[in-house]
């Protein structure tokens, strides 16, 4: 088809149209607004408003109504650069706020409206979607039974996610919380797993910096951002993670696995507590209105897995709080705690003793991910919660310089060598079989002659040999997921003769 | 606020603004009117009544064909 035709089709099309539509009188429902500020109008008039609706004011600027009173509504506005005046026209439109969604969205930096920030150019949607949605029903789901890699041994191992899983991130700040949730982002490079990364109340510095990870690691492909930065005003941040949620909806109802970041639940609560104290709802715990556990169950209730006959597509939740002091019992994170399916804890204690990702293997759990961990996961890794504890515990006995018999020297070794080998540097992720030989290596105490400080190049050396001599290991771990004796033989094999090569 | 209705035309036509009050005589009845002149509106009338907007005006007609377009468009693009 030539240029011209199509654009002659088109407009026949378009003049079909015109001549089609029946112009009648519309009926509106106004109001007139008697304040506004700081985000927020109060609007008199508008008798037939519902509560959520979207409405258009006299400047062309949008704002939704969150309050209904006896005789006035308050309403959030969502352009910061508005023109509105004491006496303002409002116009009730009778629909509620909806996003652009579709494919086109991939690879793009959009604010909480779906508007593109990239300067790409316009985003052809292929349809909308409201921000505020149901979440799937009971009939529609099925147990999360498929694994979401990471990437990171450590989480993998100890703290596996599933498809349509929710695991909270938790930690203070500058503990890697980010870190953790870009690396899996930057793991899922050909897993056919749709990313989201949604940004609230942070710095624009700060996502700028992301982004550029991003396209250095070619993560753009699969993964898009959803950006309301710390400038924006506060409804916009409070809409970002439902706006992002609505464009993942259609993908998992397109039958495809997406993951969404959502960073962070803690800022998002702050910028609720704003709108909310500013529409005059009274204040509870922390200031927080008393809606917000609501706030958050609403939003991370959307992440599921569908039953195959639901086409089978998931959302995977990675909520991220900020700790203060490392208070996990503050008000924000034990109510997500108490939504999500685990949390990954993160200490700055550990951070600044080298231990990275910092995660407290004490503290942080999955609750239904491990019904998604491969086998071959599984088999390497059922001790491995039970020795780090143990090396926990009496790491803290043996500081007062006790005698220490050997069984107990064996353990504390033994669990000196496993916190190294969980070490991993940022932004690179190791794919499962790998994780798997490393596990197997440290479980069959294959590190017990190397000194602590060396495991790390010791591990990077066996593990190299082992890709070069006998690449067929990790495609058969790659292929079987799962670990038979026949592979466990060429490991044990491949190991001595990697240790013949090297004296210790 | 209350007790006007409020008509606005894009220009000044005396023999249109009876017959637009006999339109509305009903629920206009004891009330007092305000003629508003907005060019803007390029042609036919608006009655505000209260928080109801009754819009017949030219203006609104355009912007409502223009929505109706965008939309329409949109689903052409939507099926290719």
């Known amino acids: 088809m030539t240029v011209t035709s199509a654009n002659f089709s088109f407009n026949r099309e378009i003049y079909k149209l015109i001549d089609n539509y029946r112009l009648a009188p519309k009926v509106y429902n106004i109001g007139f607004v008697e304040d506004v500020g700081d985000s927020i109008a109060n609007v008199s008039g508008l008798s037939t408003c519902k509560y959520g609706e979207l409405l258009e004011f006299e400047d062309s600027s949008a704002g939704i109504a969150m309050n209904l009173e006896r005789d006035r509504v308050g309403v959030v506005l969502l352009n910061s650069d508005h023109q509105i005046v004491s006496g303002s026209k409002v116009i009730s439109t009778g629909q509620v706020l909806q996003v652009k969604v579709g494919d086109a969205l991939i690879g793009r930096v959009v604010d909480a409206l779906g508007q593109p920030l990239d300067g790409k150019g316009r985003i052809k949607e292929s349809g909308y979607r409201p921000v505020e949605f149901e979440a799937p029903e009971i009939i529609e789901r099925t147990p999360v039974n498929r694994p979401l890699e990471t990437g990171l041994t450590m989480i993998d191992a100890i703290v596996p996610i599933g498809r349509g899983q929710r695991e909270l991130i938790i930690g203070d700040r500058q503990t890697g919380k980010t870190t953790i949730a870009v690396d899996t982002i930057l793991n899922q490079k050909g897993k056919d797993v749709i990313c989201i990364y949604v940004a609230i109340g942070q710095k624009t510095s700060s996502v700028a910096q992301l982004i550029q990870v991003f396209e250095q690691h070619k993560a753009l492909d699969y993964t898009f951002v959803v950006c309301s930065t710390a400038s924006d005003p506060a409804p916009l941040q409070y809409l970002a993670p439902y706006a992002a949620t609505a464009m993942a909806e259609e993908f998992m109802y397109q039958g495809k696995d997406v993951l969404i970041v959502y960073d962070d639940l803690s800022k998002h609560a702050v910028a609720y507590r704003e709108m909310s104290l500013l529409l005059r709802r009274p204040p509870g715990r922390e200031a927080y209105p008393g809606d917000v556990f609501y706030l958050h169950s609403r939003l991370l209730e959307r992440a599921a897995q569908l039953s195959p006959e639901n086409g089978g597509g998931s959302i995977t939740a990675l909520p991220i709080v900020e700790t203060m002091e490392g208070d996990i019992s503050a008000y924000i994170p034990t109510n997500i705690i108490s939504i999500t399916d685990g949390q990954i804890y993160l200490e700055a204690e550990l951070f600044h003793s080298g231990i990275r990702p910092a995660i407290n293997v004490g503290l942080s759990v999955s609750r239904v991910g491990g019904a998604a961990q491969t086998p071959a996961m599984k088999k390497v890794s059922s001790q491995l919660r039970l020795e780090l504890a143990q090396y926990r515990e009496l790491s803290v006995f043996a500081q007062f310089g006790a005698d220490l018999d050997t069984a107990t020297q064996a353990i504390l070794d033994h669990g000196a060598k496993l916190t190294e080998i969980l070490k991993q540097d940022k932004h690179k992720p190791l794919p499962m079989p790998v994780q798997v030989v490393t596990l197997f290596i440290a479980a069959n105490k294959y590190l017990a002659p190397v000194p602590p400080a060396e495991v790390r190049d010791y591990l990077q050396e066996l593990l190299h040999f082992i890709e070069m001599q006998h690449p067929e290991i990790f495609k058969q771990i790659e292929n079987t997921k799962g670990l038979d004796e026949e592979t466990e033989s060429m490991l044990h094999s491949a190991i001595e003769e990697f240790r013949q090569t090297k004296e210790i | ?80």
């Open chain 2, 1 to 80: 606020m209350d007790k006007t209705l409020t008509l606005t035309l894009s220009v000044f036509d005396e023999e249109n603004i009876r017959k637009i009050k006999r339109f509305y005589a009903k629920a206009a009845k004891g009330r007092s009117w305000q003629i508003k002149i907005d060019p803007s509106i390029l042609g036919g009338f608006i009655i505000t009544d209260r928080d109801q907007l009754l819009d017949y005006s030219a203006k609104g007609q355009l912007e409502q064909l223009r929505l109706a377009l965008l939309q329409e468009t949109s689903m052409v693009g939507a099926k290719k």
